[in-house]
Each structure stands twice: as C-alpha cells, then as structure tokens.
C-alpha cells in the first residue's frame, strides 16, 4: 500500500515560514549591497531620472544626505558617477581635483571616514564629449594604450580625492595593472581595486545614458564583451586577478548569472555583479502599471544574484531592499 503514496516529501521542508527560513541556502544582508549614486555638477536640488524611478542626479548637499542614509542602513558601501557641466575629448574632468566627480568624493569620504566603503567610477564616459570610454586615436576607434595613461591619473585624483575603492568599468586590456602600479607608485597601497572584470555590451544599461548625461552615439562592441561569450569572461577575470584586482565584478547581473557562477568558481577574490540601470527599470516600469509586486521581485533577484554567487551586489535598490530586509517600510 504505501507504494501509492510518496515516503519522501521535500515539502515537508516548506509546510511553515520557520522550517523555509531555517533551510534558506542563500540570504541578502544590506552589508553585501552597494548603492551606485550620481552627482551632477551644479545641481542644487536632486534631479529625477525619468528612465529610472525613484533614482536621482544628487546635488552635493542631497548626496551627503544619501551617504548618511546609506550608513544607517548598514549598506556595503557607495559607488559614486559624476555628471560633469562640461565634457571634453580626453574627458580631463575625471583627474581634475576640481572636477565634480572629485569634489564629491572628498564630501562623502569626509562625511563617513572608514565607517563605509566609498567607490568610485574610474572611466572617461561620462566626461568625455564623444561619450566613449577613452580617448580616441586619430582613425576614431578607442585608443587602449593612451587610455591606460588617463586612467592610472584618473586613479591617483580619485584615492587623493578620499576615495577607497576604484572600479575600473572601461574594459581596457591592462586597465587594472597600470591603475594598481600608479596607485602604489603615488602612496596608495591601501586603495583597492573592484575591476568591472566581465562587462558585457548591453542594452540594458540604457537608462543609465540618461542619469549620466551620456553624449555616445554607436556603441561600446570594441571594448565591451560579446554576449554570446562565456569562456572568455574567465579570460578577462583571470587577467585582472593577475594584475592584482582585489575584488571582480560581473555586468549586467541577471542575464548574465551564468557567467556570475563560472567567475565564482573560478577565482578566490570576492565577487561583485551590478545589478544595472535596464534591470531596475523594467521591475520600475512593470510595477508602475500593476503587473507585477515591486518589492517580491526586488527580493526575489537579488537573492538569485546571490544564489548565482555574488559576495556583493551594486543594486539601485539597495536602501529600498534593507528596509525590505530588516522589516521596516
Ligand atoms: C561606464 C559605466 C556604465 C555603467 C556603469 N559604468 C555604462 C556603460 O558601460 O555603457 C552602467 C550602469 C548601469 O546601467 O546601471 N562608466
């Protein structure tokens, strides 16, 4: 008789919330999230992203604000853009202490001190008048090697700024190596690296344009991977764990958590995904139109990038989801 019933019942495991929460395999502390916050240039009021809900270009003072709130809520850290007033070839913004992204650096360092990581951006696209992540050479592809210069100064500017981690996002070969040598080189040995290791050419960073003010027109195909590509994401990881990356990062995070679970595997430092603009945006517009609980799928993808294998996730909805976390609204 007992052949026609089943013995073994995995619901069993399910039946209430506290046999469910004593089996979780995988959990989201606000500690392993990073808010990615702009700052835009002679801003005096946060302005709204239209593409990004609930997203804002701060003004110095409202990033402060932010910064504060980001510590209260036991956040991982902060990753700060700069939306400069004006842009250039070479974007000579990002290694001007002057510069916005800069003087923003210095204001939230010497709000929070050692008490939260504050990280940087290091890449050109958002100061450089033709959008790309680089300088150009003459024929108008991305020049790497002229690159490489501007970003080892880039680094200096951003640790002397009070910024403790740089986030290298261009894709440059021998980004990371070049960065860690002139960091070293200038007296910051303590500043670590967090390389955008496997960042993939996509769509989904779309809103992201708008909240930086992005002037690019084509696209990113030359430096940025190829989505139909796997194997060479552990390429790219190996090269800059080689060059002394002290965390990787994968980009975007959700269709790429294939990718996120190789590089798990496969390296020792810990690893970051960004959870992108496209991805905040599309939960953002779909709950907007009652299709779809915002808050259960803000827990629900931020726990599969974690289930996937990141240490430590650069989401939007970073504060939204450690007031989700700890209970409050
Ligand atoms: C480049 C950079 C980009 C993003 C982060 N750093 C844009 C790009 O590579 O085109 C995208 C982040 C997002 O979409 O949320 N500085």
Excluded at 31 to 37: A, R, T, Y
Excluded at 250 to 265: C, G, H, M, N, Q
Aim: aromatic share 6%.
């Amino acid at each position: 008789m007992s052949g026609s019933f089943p013995a073994v019942r995995p619901r069993r495991l399910r039946r209430t919330p506290a046999l469910r929460r004593l089996v979780a395999e995988t959990a989201v502390r606000p500690s392993q999230l990073v808010l990615p916050v702009f700052v835009r240039e002679g801003a005096t009021e946060p302005v709204p992203i239209a593409s990004m809900p609930g997203v804002v270009q701060h003004s110095r003072d409202s990033l402060r604000k932010e910064v504060a709130q980001a510590v209260a809520a036991g956040l991982g850290g902060v990753m700060l853009f700069g939306v400069p007033e004006h842009k250039d070839a070479v974007g000579s913004g990002v290694e001007d202490p002057s510069g916005v992204l800069n003087v923003a650096l210095a204001d939230v360092a010497a709000e929070v001190g050692d008490e939260l990581p504050v990280m940087s951006d290091l890449c050109l696209d958002e100061f450089t008048d033709h959008g790309h992540c680089g300088v150009l050479a003459a024929d108008g592809s991305v020049d790497n090697d002229a690159t490489l210069a501007a970003y080892g100064r880039a680094a200096v500017a951003q640790a002397a700024a009070g910024s403790a981690v740089v986030g290298p996002s261009g894709m440059m070969d021998g980004q990371v190596g070049v960065i860690r040598a002139a960091l070293d080189a200038a007296g910051y040995p303590d500043t670590l690296v967090l390389a955008y290791a496997a960042k993939y050419a996509s769509a989904f960073y779309g809103p992201f344009r708008e909240a930086v003010g992005s002037s690019l027109r084509g696209d990113r195909r030359t430096y940025q991977q190829d989505g139909a590509n796997r194997r060479e994401a552990l390429r790219e990881v190996a090269l800059d764990v080689d060059e002394g990356a002290d965390m990787v990062m994968v980009k975007p995070a959700l269709a790429y958590l294939d990718v996120l679970s190789d590089v798990r595997a496969a390296v020792d430092v810990p690893v970051a995904a960004y959870n992108v603009s496209g991805e905040y945006a599309m939960v953002a517009a779909a709950a907007a139109n009652g299709w779809i609980d915002r808050d259960a799928a803000v827990l629900e993808t931020l726990t599969a990038i974690r289930r996937a294998g990141a240490d430590v996730i650069l989401t939007y909805w970073a504060l939204d989801a450690a007031r989700l976390l700890t209970g409050g609204r």
